[in-house]
């Protein structure tokens, strides 16, 4: 009987044909809620939450990483190993990541034009690896898809950045890097290693061989926990001003 597919991400439910379930992969459910909940933490630390601001704030930047980062990202290199043509990878990212700027414009004009004008650097410096990489790294995705998010959910709000909104970015930027250590090895274990086995010795000297399976576990356990624990911890915030 032909082995079943291995899956690229714990949240992969594509077939690679290019259907609903590959776009559904290359969303990233998880890490997108994930890095949205920044958004709403930012919006959060500000006084005087205005609801409208924060939903189209998230808005923007479920269409500029949700959607657009993740179909660079994809496009750059095939990680998913998802069927979905280039051409209609190109589109979906120039389509929401420009509607997305465009949006920011209009919305904030020129108090808002530098930020949209970073994100933009942001999406296609990280997720194409230009200028040799220089952001593709865990401090480079610690400070674009997780300090810039609560920044500009605080800025968005009243044009202004207390200083709870850069202590809630400081700590988004820890948790980004924490994300890292978690998704890195977790990654390199689904998509290239095909065996491991791993032998530990007790202080008793009894044995336990662990393998692939067992090591990959408990990094994937982690992120789900992490990825629900921030969310939950946005709304609660969002609930309470």
């Known amino acids: 009987m032909k082995a079943p ?7 992969d439910v594509g077939s690679g044909t290019g259907g609903l379930r590959d776009w559904l992969t290359l ?29 189209g704030t998230l808005l923007a930047f479920f269409l500029a990483v949700g959607v657009g980062a993740h179909a660079l990202d994809e496009l750059n290199g095939r990680p998913l190993g998802t069927g979905i043509s280039s051409a209609a990878l190109k589109v979906a990212a120039a389509v929401s990541i420009g509607a997305a700027m465009v949006a920011g414009v209009a919305f904030g004009g020129l108090r808002l034009l530098p930020f949209v004008v970073a994100g933009g650097l942001f999406v296609f410096g990280y997720n194409l690896e230009l200028l040799g990489g220089v952001l593709h ?19 968005a709000q009243h044009w202004t950045l207390p200083p709870a909104a850069w202590v809630a970015a400081v700590a988004a ?12 090895p977790a990654r390199t274990l689904r998509r290239k290693v095909a065996l491991a ?19 990959l576990a408990p990094l994937e356990r982690a992120l789900r926990a992490f990825a629900w624990a921030v969310s939950a911890l946005a709304v609660a915030l969002v609930l309470a001003r």
């Open 5 to 11: 597919p291995r899956r690229a991400a714990f949240y």
């Open 27 to 55: 969303l990233h459910p998880p890490y997108t809620l994930w890095h949205l909940s920044y958004v709403a933490i930012g919006a959060a630390v500000v006084p005087h939450l205005v609801l409208w601001r924060l939903g």
């Open 137 to 155: 790294n865990d401090l480079g995705f610690a400070a674009t898809w997780g300090a810039f998010p609560v920044l500009v959910g605080a800025y």
């Open 173 to 184: 930027l820890l948790l980004s890097l924490g994300q890292r250590s978690l998704s890195t």
């Open 197 to 215: 086995s791993v032998r530990i010795t007790y202080s008793d000297d009894s044995q336990r061989e662990l393998g692939r399976a067992d090591l």
